[in-house]
């Protein structure tokens, strides 16, 4: 596909109104294009600004944060502070400033979320590359083994295999818990993917001149299959943020003293008719990053015009 | 129609199957049994101990096990649930209902919402309504499960004192209820949980829909039925939605895990005694055999409702019969 664009542009000198038949960019790199699609997509810029104030935040935290996010000062004078100025997001039932802990938590919210879903869509893209690209009986029983998966809620899936493993789920437990509850999806996805671009005219001249499967795989066929995934990959991130704090909330996510935004939450809801602050300021802490992540996604889909994917 | 429905029938019994062998699968490769959390104390002797697990059959090879896991299985029986009185599928028996009762009003509601809305937009599209529509979806849409659930219960029963805060029915009056009474106690109960999930729902519905109609639209058949005089409305809601609704009918089947899961959430926030709060009871319980049962219950009603939105599907659009 990509060699037919170039072609068009060696030949096509002028479209009739005067402009360049094809954006030189388009025809150099697929990927520049992109960037130049989500750059003038004013939601995906908001998006992305609000994610690079969170990440730097969550780095910056002993910086950004006005207190220590794990100290008590007087849990029976300080405690279910409403909003002030000195606390903007008031205190909890420990008298800890919510504020502070809802920056500290974004970098377990965050990194969990970040990681497992690189341990999601690495496992994904690897199922789904075998299954596609073998073909036949093996993909039939490997797809059966994912429509399985896919047929458990995610949740409940979460609280089976949390219940069994809980005596040794640290933050890294929580991680490849997320992960491999989350590629099923993936999987599929490029399981599709490659078994349209096995039929591609250019993976049969590959062929022809004797590359080995391993040298079509990754040079031919897993190339087209990136953008996709990377679309399906930042929706699922959003996905996970708020999967972990629903765990977490449910009691079988982040254990103190770890905290993430579901911890917060979870503290907020012992007494969310009195101090209802602590519960709403970590949930829009929530609210605001996945709606950032979900209009990241969306110019991404447009940008890399990955359309077969899935709305969220 | 009667080859569809079995090969549905054939290929939603084999996921199940499936399903089953990886709930055993992963109960063995987990440390210890079922028993290791409430057995492992020193007060127990090792022959008492030994006692029990061969009580379960814990300490025959692992094949053997595994037949007898399937064989139980098939007859409903998921062994006993060690941390409160009865058979594991007792509880899982009370609680399959409310979810079903939760969910299928959910899921009611959350179509009838998403279609309106989605041809609302499609019928305006590029307009101001649209364009707001469309951002207003995309915010529910991000919105967490729990904390929609729990802002609409600080708000409709702590701050307004407007509805009751959880469970299905009210304990204390319920009995001295009238009939009608009664039926208005439950709706009440019913409203936030169901609302809070048809909400989240319905928002991605209303962006299929929106899709699904702007791509019959430009159809020829609809500049017929405008060229024939057809007034727009006519042509909206008789000619374009008909053809419409097919795609939006496929997502029934494939919105069911996304609500199962998050009715676990709303249930945790409204005390609703279903499948969820079942789950996470049973999880702080270590009650094992109850949340395996209420894991495989879930993906039994997934698959059992997928089959159910197919053959709706089948029944509407002849081209699936025939594939």
């Known amino acids: 596909m990509t060699t037919s664009v170039r072609q068009d542009v060696l030949t096509a000198p002028r479209a009739p109104d005067g402009t360049a038949a094809f954006d030189r960019a388009i025809a150099t790199s697929p990927w520049r294009s992109a960037l130049g699609v989500l750059a003038r997509d004013p939601s995906a810029i ?152 096995r039929e591609d005219e250019f993976v049969t001249a590959a062929r022809a001149l004797g590359a080995t499967d391993t040298r079509i795989l990754v040079h031919h066929v897993l190339p087209q299959v990136v953008s996709p995934v990377l679309v399906a990959a930042t929706l699922a991130i959003g996905n996970v943020i708020v999967i972990e704090a629903g765990l977490t909330y449910l009691g079988m996510g982040v254990r103190p003293p770890n905290a993430s935004w579901g911890s917060i939450f979870n503290d907020g809801m012992r007494d969310v008719a009195g101090a209802w602050w602590v519960s709403v300021s970590a949930g829009a802490a929530l609210v605001i990053t996945v709606l950032a992540v979900n209009l990241v996604a969306d110019g991404l889909r447009q940008a890399l015009n990955a359309r077969q994917l899935p709305a969220r | 129609m009667r080859r569809f429905l079995a090969r549905r029938l054939a290929h939603g019994a084999a996921v199940i199957f499936i399903a089953a062998s990886l709930s055993f699968l992963l109960v063995h490769l987990a440390p210890g049994d079922p028993f290791s959390s409430t057995l492992d104390s020193a007060a127990i002797s090792p022959s008492a101990k030994a006692a029990w697990r061969a009580a379960y059959g814990l300490d025959r090879p692992l094949a053997e096990q595994y037949v007898r896991f399937l064989g139980q299985l098939a007859r409903g029986n998921l062994g006993p649930s060690h941390l409160q009185p009865g058979p594991a599928s007792a509880a899982l028996a009370d609680a399959v209902p409310n979810t079903l009762v939760l969910m299928g009003t959910a899921l ?58 959880g469970d299905v029915i009210d304990r204390v009056m319920y009995e001295s209820m009238s009939p009608a009474g009664r039926l208005l106690d439950r709706l009440r109960h019913l409203a936030l949980p169901a609302l809070t999930l048809a909400l989240l729902s319905s928002a991605s519905i209303a962006r299929y829909q929106r899709a699904a109609l702007l791509d019959v639209l430009p159809q020829d058949f609809i500049r017929t039925a405008r060229a024939k005089g057809v007034s727009d409305r006519l042509v909206l809601w008789r000619h374009a939605l008909r053809n419409a609704l097919l795609p939006t009918i496929v997502l029934l089947g494939l919105s069911l895990p996304t609500l199962l899961g998050g009715a676990v959430f709303v249930e945790q926030v409204f005390s609703w005694p279903g499948l969820g709060r079942l789950a996470t009871a049973a999880f702080h319980a270590r009650d094992y055999q109850v949340v395996l049962g209420a894991t495989l219950m879930g993906a039994v009603l997934v698959v059992v409702g997928g089959i159910v939105a197919d053959l709706l599907h089948a029944a509407v659009d002849p081209r699936v019969r025939a594939r």
């Open chain 1, 46 to 197: 908001v998006g992305m600004c609000i994610l690079l104030v969170l990440a730097l935040t969550a780095l910056a935290a002993p910086v950004v944060a006005p207190y220590d996010p794990r100290a008590q000062p007087d849990i029976l004078a300080l405690k279910h502070l409403p909003p002030s100025l000195g606390h903007p997001f008031g205190t909890d039932y420990l008298s800890r400033d919510v504020l502070s802990r809802i920056v500290y938590g974004s970098r377990v919210s965050l990194s969990v979320a970040f990681l497992s879903v690189v341990v999601a869509a690495t496992i994904g893209m690897g199922y789904g590359a075998i299954a596609g690209y073998v073909g036949g009986k093996l993909d039939n029983v490997m797809m059966r083994v994912v429509d399985a998966l896919l047929s458990i809620p995610r949740v409940l899936l979460l609280i089976a295999v949390a219940a069994l493993w809980w005596d040794k789920l640290g933050l890294p437990g929580l991680v490849l818990l997320l992960g491999l509850t989350g590629w099923f999806e993936v999987s599929r996805l490029v399981r599709a993917l490659v078994l349209s671009a």
């Open chain 2, 108 to 165: 009611v509601l959350s179509f009838l919402i998403g279609i309106a809305v989605g041809s609302w937009q499609a019928a305006r599209a590029g307009s101001r309504g649209d364009r707001v529509m469309g951002a207003t979806s995309l915010i529910i849409a991000s919105l967490p499960e729990f904390w929609l659930a729990a802002m609409l219960l600080l708000v409709f029963a702590y701050r307004l004192r407007f509805l009751p805060a």
